[in-house]
């Protein structure tokens, strides 16, 4: 498949369906934080993702290394980025200015820019 260097990102609603509709994608991040409903809801989508796809799990709000064991006790070894409940990203909303520009040494920002560094070095490999 030839690439077009272009990153699509697409915050779609919770559940599955969005995936399914949603068609290809090289690769498609699943968001959960480290409630039940919410792990299931991920594990369902991470399952409805075409097999051709890479998965990255990205655990929201993470508080402690119990929240990441829930998510893992469910969703496997799948590739994992973990996004610390972080002062700076709520503090950045409030404000309405984006994180990276309110705290960028902020651990929950470094982990959205560990996202961003896999998605681009994903779309020059294609």
């Known amino acids: 498949m030839e690439s077009n260097g272009k990153i699509v990102i697409c915050d779609l609603e919770a559940g599955v369906g969005a995936v399914v509709r949603a068609g290809h994608a090289d690769t498609v991040l699943v968001v959960t934080e480290a409630t039940a409903k919410s792990i299931e ?29 829930a998510i893992r006790a469910v969703l496997g070894e799948r590739e994992l980025v973990v996004v610390p409940d972080e002062p700076a990203i709520a503090r950045a909303d409030r404000d309405g200015v984006a994180p990276i520009d309110a705290d960028p040494d902020a651990p929950g920002v470094q982990a959205i820019l560990e996202i961003a560094d896999l998605l681009t070095a994903e779309a020059v490999r294609a």
Request: a negative charge; aromatic letters at 0%; zero cysteines.
């Open 41 to 69: 809801t991920a594990r369902r989508a991470a399952e409805a993702v075409d097999d051709d796809a890479r998965v990255v799990i990205v655990a929201n709000r993470v508080t402690d290394e119990a929240d990441v064991g």
